[in-house]
């Protein structure tokens, strides 16, 4: 069994995303002067000041620093060298807590799926190695390349993960028990009185949603396999075609198609859960406001 590879190692170059803009997702525009006044040199430097005006007792070196500061934050924030500096360090700290959430995700899996993930780190690495060895020129479309690998990794990682919340879920969720409380409210349904009635017709309408929601997984666990699968069968024909070194621009496509088809997969997933995150609430509030007066009723 090959050596289980986590995914804070190998040097990923990609924070997370399939696509890196070097923005952080999600991220407001950066305040460049926030950034200056929380430098290590600018505090060092009021720090210092303090400390000699405290010791000299008198003002003066409060009052040069201030000036200095005014125009430290006039020349530094929209330095170019500055701002590219502080983007470096935005992007070293949202790589860092991806990678942590990709170790994190890693070592969730269970053995056999760890090995998947493995495996497939050891084809993208035969890929890198074998195009490592074309020329310069080529380097560009083999750097494209590269970064397409990474973010398949990555989204691999992540598909493998949702691949098997799914399956728990579908293993603890019988359709069959849901269907025959479905039809057991629905046959006495006539017979309760008519608040019962309401409460209950609610509990039919939140076990049909279940009922919807295990047909939904059952399907997005396919479509995740699939997907699982087909990532792995395009790596493994890119490492047969590494050793015959065609040429990296058309590896570079194929992989940006593979990248596209993987991140619709990752959407409809996304789009799919969020609609029963959103039905769920819904429908708990629903049945919570139909028994309440029920409930006081009952007391009074």
């Known amino acids: 069994m090959p050596e289980e590879i986590s995914p804070l190692q190998g040097g990923s170059k990609l924070p997370g995303a399939l696509e890196d803009t070097g923005q952080r997702p999600g991220a407001g525009p950066i305040s460049f002067v926030k950034e200056a006044l929380k430098w290590q040199y600018n505090v060092i430097g009021l720090a210092g000041a303090a400390v000699f005006a405290l010791v000299s007792g008198t003002a003066l070196p409060l009052v040069l620093a201030a000036g200095l500061e005014l125009i430290y934050l006039s020349v530094i924030p929209p330095n170019p060298r500055f701002q590219r500096l502080v983007r470096s360090w935005q992007y070293a700290e949202e790589k860092r807590r991806t990678q942590m959430s990709l170790a994190a995700l890693f070592q969730e899996l269970p053995p056999t799926q760890r090995a998947r993930y493995t495996a497939l780190d050891s084809r993208c690495r035969s890929i890198r190695a074998n195009y490592s060895r074309l020329s310069s020129t080529a380097q560009i479309f083999v750097a494209q390349m590269e970064e397409k690998l990474q973010g398949l990794l990555h989204a691999y990682l992540r598909l493998l993960n949702s691949a098997q919340q799914h399956r728990e879920s579908l293993k603890n969720t019988d359709p069959a028990e849901i269907k025959e409380e479905i039809a057991q409210l629905q046959h006495a349904l006539e017979k309760d009185p008519p608040k019962v009635q309401e409460i209950n017709r609610r509990r039919i309408e939140i076990l049909t949603k279940r009922l919807e929601k295990f047909e939904k997984m059952g399907e997005n666990s396919k ?63 629903t049945l919570a406001s139909s028994a309440g007066p029920a409930r006081s009723r009952a007391r009074s």
Do not use: W, Y
């Open 223 to 285: 479509v995740i396999d699939a997907q699982c699968a087909a990532i792995e069968d395009v790596l493994e024909l890119m490492v047969d075609q590494s050793v015959t070194m065609r040429d990296p621009q058309q590896v570079s496509d194929q992989l940006g198609n593979l990248v596209r088809d993987v991140e619709q997969t990752e959407e409809t997933v996304q789009q799919v859960e969020a609609i029963f995150e959103l039905a769920a609430p819904e429908m708990t509030e």
